[in-house]
Structures are given as C-alpha cells and as structure tokens.
C-alpha cells in the first residue's frame, strides 16, 4: 500500500495544504465536506490517490464527515486504504454524513450498520421561492416586502477593502458571542476570510451598518454553489436571513446557476435503519427523537421549508468492529453536541 500522509491543520504549513482541500472540496464536495476546512479536522490522504478523507478522532472511532472527496474512480482505492490505515491504528470508523450511493456502495463493500440521519436540501436558483403559491411563498413574499420598506439592502463583496471587511468580521464575533442553548456545530472557529478564492461574500446592510453576512463555496460537481454560513447580528430584523438568501438566489439566477445547496436538515425520524436488531434499532430510534427535541432540530427544517428545496437522503455508515454505544457517542463528540 502506499506510504500514508496524515496532515493535521496543527501543523506548520496548514496554509498552503488548506488551499489544496479546499480545491478538492471545489471539485468533488458537497455540504458535508465543506466542514472539513474547520482547523479541528485530520485529513488523510496517500500519495497516488488524488482526494482525501477528513475525519475526527473520538473514543478511538475515526468520525468521518461526508463521502470520500475524491472521483468515483478512485473511490474504491481511497475507501480501502483509509480502513487499512484505520485498522493498524486500532480505530473504529463511522462514516456520517454521506450520500445514499455512498451508503449502498459500503453495504456491498465490507460495511455492516447504516442509519439514514438526515438530508441535504437544494434549491434551482432559477425557480424564484416568492413566485410560487402557498403559505410559504406568501411568507417570502412578506419578508421580502419588510426588508424594502425598512431600508435593508444586499451587496456582494467582491474588493479587499479592509473597512468592510472589519466590519463583516464584527458581525461574525457577534453572532458567535450570541450563541446560545443547546447546539450542534460543524465548526469550531469562523475566519470568514480564509480560502477566500474558494468563495464568495454577501452581506445585508441597514442605516449604513453591516447586520448580516452570507459566504459561498463553489462546488464543480453540480456546477454551483454551498451556501456555507449565515450570520447575523442579534438586533437584525426577523426578515433579514430570508432577504439575504432570496438576493442570493436572484444574483445566481442573473448569471443561470441551476444549483445552491443550502445545508443539512435532520429528520424527525429514523426511516432506513440496517444491519440492527430490533432492540438497538427501537433505542436508535428514541435517541434520535430525544436529540431531536432537545437540539430543536426542527427549526432548521421549518425555516429552510419555506424555500421549497429539493433533498437527498444522507446517511451514518459504520463497520462491524467496536461497540454500537461507544460509537455512537464518537459521533456525538465529533459534531460538538452541547447542551448548554
């Protein structure tokens, strides 16, 4: 097998191998695999396979964030040398966050447990969310008419100009100061800023102040976009969020993207759950909807609802090896779940 690198963000040089994850996320991602740019992320890779695998280190489990950012030629060799790796090391794998064709793949592949965990939602930028009928657009709509009255417009930040930038920046720190509850994140810091020729910048401004910033990261695959973060400051009006993803959307449309995915949505319920008995598949299933109501997972849904979006299943793969609980708790650890 060929000789493994392991490149930690920790390490001197982190810059310019950021830049080479990040164009590989350009080229192969998807959502998920946007998170593999956080500094927090271990990033495996072998010298003649052209992609990469980021996972988090818990319990000795390696939490795997998104499919295999590599082509689907290349996805066998990649997938085989990271369990090889991951066996020699004594580590348990769970793959998370991974596509359904990922997840059949696996099953044939040597993989025993996958539970569907959420979805991916997508928007056709072309389709215009306040044009359709229904309550939802009608609430668009609504929003959309709120933020013209109240003076509130969206830029795109398209200069290096270090006052705006300051200014964006202060929004970021605000947002995550006012952070609060119970959670769950991807990321462990926002330098909004890094890997900036990877993205590209919106923000809402009000009576000549910046209260809302929103990045985006290419994705070739789909020939699109991944609406990467929004951020907002505490006292922006309840309609700013919605006015800034909408101008988005009407930028993209202007230039005949077909294609913005808009992030990872929950379900309420486990649906496909294999390789269980039926005792841990019932206790699965109860976990789920306890970490559902506590982390009000259903907020994210109910917002990104009123856009109409199209979705993909997303899925947890595990191997055979270790403990079900330990791993579950793995993964727990990995997305940074607090209760407070």
Known sequence: MDNILIKESSKPGWGKEKRSIAAMI??????ASNALLDPTFTIFETPTID???????RLKCAVVFGDPVCSQQDMLNLVRAFKEFCTKQGYTIAYTLVSEQFTNWAMQNGYSYAIEMGRESF????????????????????????SIKRGITVKEHKSNDAITEQAMEEVAQRWIANRKGPQIH??????????????RYF????DGKIIGIVALNRLDAYDGWILQMTLLVPEAPTSTSEFLVLSILETLRIEGCRYLTIGITP???MERIEGFGSITRQLAKRLHALSYKVFKLDKRSQYWRKFDPQEKSLFIVMDKKGFLVKKGLAIV?????AVW
Not at 26 to 31: D, F, I, L, T
Not at 51 to 57: A, D, F, P, S, V
Not at 203 to 206: D, L, M, N, R
Request: charged share 20%.
């Open 26 to 31: 350009q080229a192969w991602g998807n959502q």
């Open 51 to 57: 992609g990469i695998i980021g996972y988090r280190l």
């Open 123 to 146: 928007i056709d930028p072309m389709i215009d969310p306040k044009t359709r009928t229904g309550i939802h657009a009608g609430v668009l709509r609504n929003k959309w008419r709120l």
């Open 186 to 199: 991807f990321f462990t810091s926002f330098n909004i800023f890094d890997d900036r020729q990877h993205k």
């Open 203 to 206: 923000y809402a401004e009000c």
């Open 267 to 269: 379900n309420a319920c």
């Open 333 to 337: 650890k990995a997305y940074n779940a």
